[in-house]
């Protein structure tokens, strides 16, 4: 699943330019997992299309989450402006694969 991927390495990106454990970090480090996690979870077989949108749903409020943690990082300098811009458009792109699919589950 593309979204999946894009979501993945997003992921992977946010915890190479954000180091360190404190707890600003390690909540856009968790957010980041959590979407790709949920994501993960949509491609099951056993859902039904209701849990589908519900997980779809999910994965839409976890990118909310990290596009708010990646601003706090922005604004208290603990990423770059630049990048976290650039987190932030994969995170956009992630939305808009979610929209898709949540349609294509709707349509179903």
């Not at 360190?20 to 994501?39: E, H, M, N, P």
């Not at 596009?67 to 990048?83: E, Y």
């Not at 650039?86 to 792109?93: N, P, T």
Request: glycine share 2%; with cysteine.
């Amino acid at each position: 699943m593309d979204v999946y991927k894009q979501a993945y390495q997003a992921s992977l990106r946010i915890h190479y330019l954000i180091e360190g454990d404190d707890d600003l970090r390690g909540q856009v480090k968790r957010a980041s997992r959590d979407v790709a996690a949920i994501i993960a979870q949509s491609s099951n077989a056993l859902n039904s299309m209701a849990e589908m949108k519900d997980i779809l749903a999910d994965a839409a409020r976890g990118v909310d989450q990290v596009m708010v943690w990646l601003d706090f990082c922005r604004d208290l300098d603990v990423l770059d402006a630049n990048a976290a811009q650039s987190l932030k458009s994969e995170y956009s792109k992630i939305t808009d694969a979610l929209a898709v699919l949540w349609n294509k589950s709707k349509a179903e």
